[in-house]
């Protein structure tokens, strides 16, 4: 499957802010940003981030409750 296939929503970029052709990024919490292609490995390595932080602190809570 082609990197190109995924851009085919219409959209604003949320990391460059412009009208293109935008890829979904799921977050953890349930929330999502697009990005274009351009964009996209810098977007994919943010919600990485995002989602690895979100991880700790949910197995932080879940040792705090036992
Ligand atoms: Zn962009």
């Known amino acids: ?3 190109k ?3 085919t929503e219409e959209g604003t970029c949320d990391w460059c802010k412009k009208p293109s052709f ?3 990024h799921d977050y953890l ?3 999502f940003n697009r990005s274009c292609e351009s ?3 810098i977007a994919k390595i943010d919600v990485r981030l995002f ?5 700790k602190m949910r ?3 879940a040792q705090q409750l036992g």
């Not at 989602?51 to 991880?55: D, K, L, S, V």
């Open 1 to 3: 499957m082609g990197r």
């Open 5 to 7: 296939s995924m851009f």
């Open 22 to 24: 935008v890829a979904r």
């Open 29 to 31: 919490d349930g929330k």
């Open 39 to 41: 964009c996209y490995d």
């Open 51 to 55: 989602n690895q932080g979100e991880m």
């Open 59 to 61: 197995e932080r809570m």
